[in-house]
């Protein structure tokens, strides 16, 4: 079983920074994209970044500039640093990953995963 736990969400005053982790755990081959989401209240969940397994990244215009992601594959973490903070960044954020994992027939497959999300509040 894959899972994906965030962590270093918190209370940030505005113009402040914050760092995500997300962990993969479990039993898996490699990953290939890892994404950052985050979901404000009353609104959908938007896309905020993307790393590809060549290291490609690509950034929504909401946060191009400000944000940076970033992974490393040895510690299987993937990371959201967050400059620049705003109120309009509070949101609950989530990690996202395709992870390729075994099957028994002995071929693989490629799922994706969620983690559970932690919320960053920007506030003074």
């Known amino acids: 079983q894959v899972h994906l736990v965030e962590s270093g969400g918190g209370l940030v005053q505005p113009g402040g920074s914050r760092k995500l982790s997300c962990l993969a755990s479990?039993?898996?081959?490699?990953?290939?994209?890892l994404s950052w989401y985050r979901q404000a209240p009353g609104k959908q969940r938007e896309l905020l970044a993307t790393?590809?397994?060549?290291?490609?990244?690509t950034y929504a215009d909401s946060v191009k500039g400000r944000f940076t992601i970033s992974r490393d594959n040895a510690e299987k973490t993937h990371y959201l640093q967050m400059y620049s903070l705003k109120p309009e960044d509070t949101a609950v954020y989530y990690c996202?990953?395709?992870?390729?994992?075994?099957?028994?027939?002995?071929?693989?497959?490629?799922?994706?995963?969620w983690g559970q999300g932690t919320q960053v509040t920007v506030s003074s």
């Open positions: 996202n990953a395709d992870i390729i994992t075994p099957r028994s027939n002995g071929l693989v497959e490629t799922k994706n995963y």
């Open positions: 479990g039993s898996f081959l490699s990953i290939n994209s």
């Open positions: 790393i590809t397994s060549g290291f490609r990244t």
